[in-house]
Each structure stands twice: as structure tokens, then as C-alpha cells.
């Protein structure tokens, strides 16, 4: 599965590293990532694995990290389409809407497939140039379990667990989900009893459930169109505009991909670096000179460029007017209004 799109880093996972004596600011500069995801936390796909990357590189034994969050993550900081699952009228209604609100989520899907007494749901990861740490694929599969324990009050025990990826050591794992661990599979996945997802959560909630509902349904609907590639190179490029001069190559290394896939992306997206970087540059101008307290030769230092005098050609190329005329027009406007 390749998607050309960026993930929400999920709230209170940062709640929850803290709990484990885990510092956001080491993890992220371990990641080498901007500090801003902390407050800003849209990322791309390869920086969401990285993040985890950095947080497996920090423990010391990844098979017992991988039980951590989903034990120690409160009901409370449960992301509304996760706390929609939790109260839900059942284990099987719990699954069914993390598998349809996942993508709000981190980057991996859920297929659940029934076949005889069993249910296996299946983990599908996006598609990048680098490898889904193991430690998520362990974490996302062990809370998958946690949920309906959390949610029905009994120790449901899973009929097996396997993993493409191979471990040191399994029996940490083997005793939290009280099955065989299978390591080297073809798929990753947790099997259940179907008769386990038969039973009733004693967190539902029919009331909460109506109002949460049609407002995931709506953002899904929304996020579907939006985070694209186009999106978030611009962001970086707003970001980074001051100063210096920006290249392909930086902003891929930046999106941890080859500057050959990000000109794929983008060119799936009818655009391209150089146009992406005007736009950039126009938009940004446009906001700071409509700060009256920015001098033009300021705003043109803030959106790259060394002199003033290619500023100006450059804006009245995007506007068909000076800088100070666009100003001036516009602070007349706004006293208007």
C-alpha cells in the first residue's frame, strides 16, 4: 500500500511517553525532527517511523516496550476515534470503528477477517523507503488486545499473534496476549475467539457515541482530501524560508525520502518543487506585509530573498504591483472594513 499523505501524531501519546520516563524534546531531536511536532504534530509517514525508531532505540528491551503504552494509556487521553471504539456497544462494534477510523490515526490499516470460530485482524502498513519499526507493529497489535480487555472487563486471551518481523525473545509478549507468538510470518496479525467479540462493553455509551460520531464521520470525510505531499513540502517551506536558500534535496532529507520519490509525489500532484516554492514565498509575503510593522527589506530577508530588488520583481510578477503599493491598498481595505 503506498499513500501519498501525513499522520497526526496521536494525542496523549506524548502523556503517555512521560509516564514511562521518556523526555518528547531527546526523543524528537533523536528522530532528528523539528521540536515543533510537539505543539504542531502533523508529520509525514517516514517521520511518524522515525519517532518510533528513535523511541525503540531509546529502550532497552523492545518486546516488553512494545506493552508499554497500551497499559499505561489512560482511557481519558484516548483520541476521539479511539474513544468511540472503547464505547462502543461491543468488542466486535469496538474493532469495527478502529478499523474505519484508524486512518485518523497513525499510518497502518485494519482488516478484520472472519473464518470459522476465528478473527484475525490484520495490520497494513503504508508503503516507504523506510521499514515500519517492529516496536509499533507489537504496540498497535498489544493495544488492539488491551481495548477489549479495558472495554468487556475479562482477560480475553488471543488464539495466536504473528509478526513479519523477528525478536530476541518472545515470552514477555506470549504471556500478554496468552498465546504463541509467531515471528517471520507473511502478515501481522492478532487472531481472536469470535465469541469474544460477542461480548458487551461495560464502558458503552450510546449517548457519547451520538454526538462523536457524526463529527468523525465528517473530519473523515475531510482528511481524506487533505495532509497531502503538496501540503506538507509547503509547510516545510514556509518553515524554512528565512535565510537560506531551500533545495529539493534538504526538504526530502527533511521527509526522510529520496529527492526522486518527492518529485514523484509531487508531480502525482500536478505540481512541482520550483512551483511550490513560489507559492510559498508569495503566501508568506503577502501575510508579512500585512504587517505594518515589517519593513519591505525585512519581508524580503523572511521569504529568502538576499535583496530587495529581487523581491520586488518577484511580487510584481505574483501581484502586478509593488510591494508598498499592494501594502498600502491593502491597509486601505482593511480601514474600510
Not at 488486545?145 to 468487556?152: D, M, Q
Request: charged share 25%; glycine share 4%; aromatic share 8%.
Amino acid at each position: 500500500m503506498t499513500e501519498n499523505t501525513c499522520v497526526r501524531i496521536p494525542d496523549g501519546l506524548w502523556t503517555g511517553l512521560k509516564k514511562l520516563g521518556i523526555n518528547a524534546h531527546d526523543l524528537v531531536q533523536k528522530a532528528k525532527m523539528q521540536l515543533t511536532v510537539i505543539t504542531e504534530p502533523i508529520v509525514t509517514v517516514e517521520q511518524y517511523y522515525a519517532l518510533w525508531q528513535a523511541y525503540s532505540d531509546t529502550i532497552d528491551d523492545m518486546e516488553a516496550g512494545m506493552l508499554q503504552l497500551p497499559t499505561v494509556f489512560e482511557t481519558t487521553h484516548y483520541p476521539p476515534p479511539v474513544l468511540v471504539a472503547y464505547h462502543a456497544r461491543n468488542y466486535r462494534d469496538a474493532l469495527e470503528r478502529m478499523a474505519r477510523y484508524k486512518e485518523m490515526c497513525p499510518p497502518e490499516k485494519l482488516r478484520m477477517i472472519e473464518e470459522g470460530t476465528n478473527c484475525a485482524i490484520e495490520l497494513e502498513f503504508f508503503d516507504t523507503e523506510q521499514a515500519v519499526p517492529p516496536l509499533l507493529v507489537g504496540t498497535t497489535l498489544a493495544f488492539l488486545l488491551e481495548l477489549g480487555r479495558r472495554g468487556t472487563g475479562y482477560s480475553i486471551k488471543a488464539r495466536s499473534v504473528e509478526f513479519t518481523q523477528s525478536f530476541n525473545q518472545v515470552q514477555a509478549l506470549e504471556e500478554y496476549f496468552g498465546c504463541p507468538i509467531h515471528i517471520g510470518a507473511e502478515r501481522n496479525r492478532l487472531t481472536l475467539e469470535k465469541s469474544d467479540l460477542n461480548r458487551p462493553f461495560t464502558s458503552y455509551n450510546s449517548e457519547l457515541l451520538g454526538i462523536l460520531t457524526p463529527v468523525l464521520e465528517k473530519t473523515l470525510e475531510e482528511q481524506r482530501h487533505s495532509h497531502s505531499t503538496t501540503e506538507i513540502v509547503k509547510w516545510i517551506m514556509k518553515r524554512n524560508l528565512t535565510g537560506k536558500r531551500l533545495d529539493i534535496h534538504e526538504t526530502a532529507s527533511e521527509l526522510r525520502m529520496s529527492e526522486r520519490t518527492l518529485q514523484r509525489r509531487l508531480t502525482e500532484e500536478n505540481t512541482s518543487f520550483k512551483e511550490l516554492l513560489k507559492e510559498a514565498r508569495h503566501e508568506q509575503a503577502r501575510q508579512y506585509l500585512a504587517n505594518p510593522s515589517l519593513d519591505i527589506k525585512e519581508v524580503a530577508f523572511l521569504v529568502g530573498y538576499k535583496d530587495q530588488s529581487s523581491f520586488y520583481r518577484a511580487f510584481r510578477s505574483w501581484e502586478g504591483e509593488t510591494p508598498l503599493n499592494w501594502r498600502a491598498e491593502h491597509a486601505l481595505i482593511k480601514e474600510l472594513h
